[in-house]
């Protein structure tokens, strides 16, 4: 584990565990899905107990806990305790937004709709502030903005060139591997790179920013997983949620996820510059009148 899992603060434990599980070994990875499916009933184990219940040894569950930064199982038992006795709003709706046979047009968008406040609350739980501000003024700082995405992250990156050019910003999406190869080539220490996938294991997100890391562009990723191939290539990691259940499939909640933590940082280029920006935007506007 790396600095991506220091000091988990109680009310982010399993949020954390979900965007870390698959970056856990298989005995890890067992003990977190033990955590994450029943947490109340954690809180209630021995450590031999639960080593019982996850099918793991004792030592693989103090592993996890010192990995984690847990000063031991009893520590994780606490702060989890803590965690579970005062859950989130959008947690006590959970069960209710798998979708059933009788539900109707209406109560599937109800069910929708506290499906994506639950993901968005957990993208909230798991964001650094700190580093979206360091990715906000390091948007400020250099020249120019490189998104590089394939499949349904590419789609997020086009979104995002949109939004920036439209408030004056040098920027460009990449969505095809071979052009995301050359232009990574070619980057400098003027230049920030921001590479987007959910799960961060993307074989040519991570090729386009390992080139540009070498050319020595700022980097950034933006996935679910802290620990993946393209978070250990970034000098920023920003984290994005995954709490979907079957009425999201497999990308809905992703996309709005994606969307959203690249909403705020637009947001953020916009309060720290409110006057160019507004231009900009006027500028833009005018131009596809």
């Known amino acids: 584990m790396n600095a991506a899992t220091d000091a988990i603060q109680v009310g982010k434990i399993l949020d954390t565990l979900g965007s870390l599980r698959d970056s856990l070994t298989p005995s890890a990875r067992r003990i977190a899905d033990y955590v994450l499916v029943q947490p109340q009933r954690v809180t209630e184990l021995s450590i031999a107990e639960l080593?019982?219940?996850?099918?793991?040894?004792?030592?693989?569950?103090?592993?996890?806990?010192?990995?984690?930064?847990?000063?031991?199982?009893?520590?994780?038992?606490?702060?989890?305790?803590?965690?579970?006795?005062?859950?989130?709003?959008?947690?006590?709706?959970?069960?209710?937004?798998?979708?059933?046979?009788?539900?109707?047009?209406?109560?599937?968008?109800?069910?929708?709709?506290?499906?994506?406040n639950n993901v968005l609350g957990e993208t909230l739980n798991l964001l650094d502030f700190s580093k979206l501000e360091a990715v906000a003024r390091?948007?400020?700082?250099?020249?120019?903005?490189?998104?590089?995405?394939?499949?349904?992250?590419?789609?997020?990156?086009?979104?995002?060139?949109?939004?920036?050019?439209?408030?004056?910003?040098?920027?460009?999406?990449?969505?095809?591997?071979?052009?995301?190869?050359?232009?990574?080539?070619?980057?400098?220490?003027?230049?920030?790179?921001?590479g987007i996938s959910h799960s961060g294991t993307s074989k040519e997100t991570i090729k386009a920013l390992a080139l540009a890391k070498e050319c020595g562009a700022t980097t950034v990723a933006l996935t679910h997983n802290p620990l993946s191939p393209l978070a250990e290539l970034s000098d920023y990691v920003l984290i994005n949620g995954n709490r979907q259940g079957q009425l999201q499939g497999d990308s809905i909640g992703t996309k709005i996820t994606q969307l959203f933590v690249l909403d705020m940082l637009y947001t953020l280029l916009v309060r720290d510059n409110p006057q160019h920006t507004r231009q900009q935007k006027y500028k833009t506007t005018q131009a596809l009148d």
């Open 51 to 116: 080593a019982q219940q996850a099918t793991v040894g004792e030592a693989s569950i103090i592993r996890f806990c010192r990995a984690l930064n847990f000063k031991g199982f009893q520590d994780l038992k606490m702060k989890l305790a803590i965690e579970v006795a005062t859950p989130h709003e959008t947690e006590k709706h959970m069960l209710d937004t798998e979708l059933t046979a009788d539900d109707d047009a209406e109560h599937i968008g109800r069910k929708l709709q506290q499906t994506i």
């Open 138 to 194: 390091a948007l400020q700082q250099q020249k120019r903005i490189y998104f590089f995405g394939v499949g349904s992250s590419g789609i997020t990156a086009e979104d995002a060139k949109n939004k920036l050019m439209r408030i004056g910003f040098d920027v460009d999406a990449l969505t095809n591997n071979h052009f995301m190869y050359m232009k990574a080539a070619l980057l400098n220490r003027d230049d920030v790179a921001i």
